[in-house]
């Protein structure tokens, strides 16, 4: 059944694939200045550009979060949303901070940003992924609240299911654990140890959550298969996520001052955490396969066998490849890190998105599914996407190990930046992967305007 208020979450999914684009720009931006020193500088730094790509990361998967809830929530609760009126003015407070923060990093020098942005008052500012200004920051929190606020009273007015539980109870610790980022101690220690109880804690904690009910939720209405059995898959998922990944925290905690024994702490769980990735991977195959219809959007099924796959290679295998305490002494702060990240981010938190716009679009359009036509350009984009993703990991995997090798191993290391030329090669295949990365992205948007007789349901 739809519910008219569920149409709020369109303009979230329109920002979100629009602030998509703008982050994969700047990704090849940067890419180009690892190999091309003074490419478009002084006009746009390194760490501008590093600042809006990571930024904009943030903020467009939000905004695809955003939007899922206020999809889901209504359908899960059957009633409609508390005040769709709120959800969008809140859509529109948040754009506007975000674009406004993006011109702020690209116009003003950051230092400059900082005193007039209120800085000196309480110094939030220069934290990887936290640079926003406070001004910015304070926003996100009154957004987030506003829109905790709307999610929750939806939830206790209609019904209750595990998926909108679980999906509020990522969203919650979502909001909560960014309140770390006001809280920046002196003591560099300190500082980093609760810098990541933001950024480790968001995507390998609470944004599983959100990963795992939205899955659910998809998963559910293109399977037909029966809630309970998606819904004890999911406790089992949200148990090992909690337990492995909190105490995983650790794996952040090696060499920045802290006592030994998160070396142990840190090793012993981080080797845990692809089990709950694993465990979603089987859920989704596992359900595709138990179901009990066809359903005509090819496209979004084909996405959610996606996330469980690339999220499980990405978070999982790539991460447990550099997490252990004596590994890990060699590759911290390498491209292996970078290769992790940029495989885990795509294949948990940017396909699950892509997962949710691909099933409620058509929908909120009017329709169950897209053109077969616009399917099949739809999946092309799905495998442009992956396979260049695919080969950006492996290609930094390379990077790092030389880099590794030659910097810190070798019975001779060598520098930094001499280095960096040594493995300028496995950068420029990095790049031209990301530039089909982003045709694919493109194919992607271009299939929601691809005509055609919409697809029907096929009984199984």
């Given amino acids: 059944m739809q519910y008219s208020s569920q149409a709020v979450a369109k303009p979230y999914f329109v920002a979100a694939i629009g602030l998509f684009v703008g982050q994969i720009i700047f990704g090849l931006i940067m890419g180009l200045q690892y190999v091309i020193g003074d490419f478009l500088f002084p006009a746009i730094p390194f760490n501008v550009a590093r600042m809006v790509h990571t930024n904009l990361l943030i903020v467009w998967l939000l905004f695809g979060f955003m939007g899922a809830a206020y999809y889901l929530v209504p359908e899960e609760s059957e009633t409609e949303l508390w005040s769709p009126k709120l959800a969008i003015v809140l859509f529109w407070v948040f754009l506007a901070a975000g674009v406004l923060t993006v011109i702020g990093y690209l ?166 955490e692809p089990i709950p990735f694993f465990a979603l991977t089987v859920f989704a195959f596992n359900m595709v396969n138990r179901r009990r219809r066809e359903h005509p959007n090819k496209a979004a099924t084909l996405w959610a066998l996606g996330t469980g796959v690339m999220s499980f290679l990405g978070a999982g295998v790539w991460g447990f490849l550099h997490t252990l305490a004596p590994v890990n002494y060699y590759t911290h702060g390498s491209q292996i890190t970078a290769a992790h990240g940029h495989m885990a981010f795509y294949g948990a938190y940017v396909m699950v998105n892509l997962t949710m716009i691909s099933y409620a679009m058509p929908l909120l359009r009017g329709r169950q599914a897209n053109s077969e036509k616009s399917q099949v350009l739809e999946m092309w984009s799905f495998w442009l996407m992956t396979v260049s993703m695919v080969f950006i990991t492996l290609f930094l995997t390379a990077a790092g190990i030389l880099q590794i090798w030659l910097q810190r191993i070798a019975s001779d290391p060598q520098p930094f930046m001499v280095v960096q030329d040594q493995v300028a090669l496995f950068y420029w295949m990095r790049e031209w992967s990301g530039v089909i990365f982003l045709a694919g992205l493109l194919a992607y948007l271009a299939s929601f305007f691809v005509g055609g007789k919409p697809a029907e349901a096929r009984a199984s």
Avoid: C
């Fill in 107 to 272: 116009a003003v020098p950051y230092a400059t940003l900082a005193k007039l942005t209120g800085n000196d008052l309480l110094e939030t500012m220069g934290r990887e992924f936290l640079e926003q200004p406070l001004p910015t920051k304070l926003g996100i929190v009154v957004v987030a609240l506003a829109f905790l606020f709307n999610i929750t009273m939806t939830v206790l007015k209609g019904r209750k299911t595990v998926i909108s539980s679980v999906l509020l109870l990522g969203l919650w610790g979502l909001a909560i654990f960014f309140l770390f980022a006001f809280y920046n101690p002196v003591n560099v220690v300190l500082d980093k140890m609760f810098w990541w109880y933001v950024v480790h804690l968001w995507v390998e904690g609470v944004w599983e959550l959100i990963l795992g009910a939205m899955l659910a939720f998809v998963l559910i209405k293109i399977t037909g298969v029966d809630r309970e059995v998606i819904e004890k898959w999911l406790y089992v998922i949200i148990t090992l996520t909690l337990v492995t990944g909190l105490l995983g925290t650790g794996h952040h905690y090696f060499w920045i001052g802290t006592p030994e024994y998160w070396q142990w702490i840190g090793s012993v769980f981080s080797a845990l």
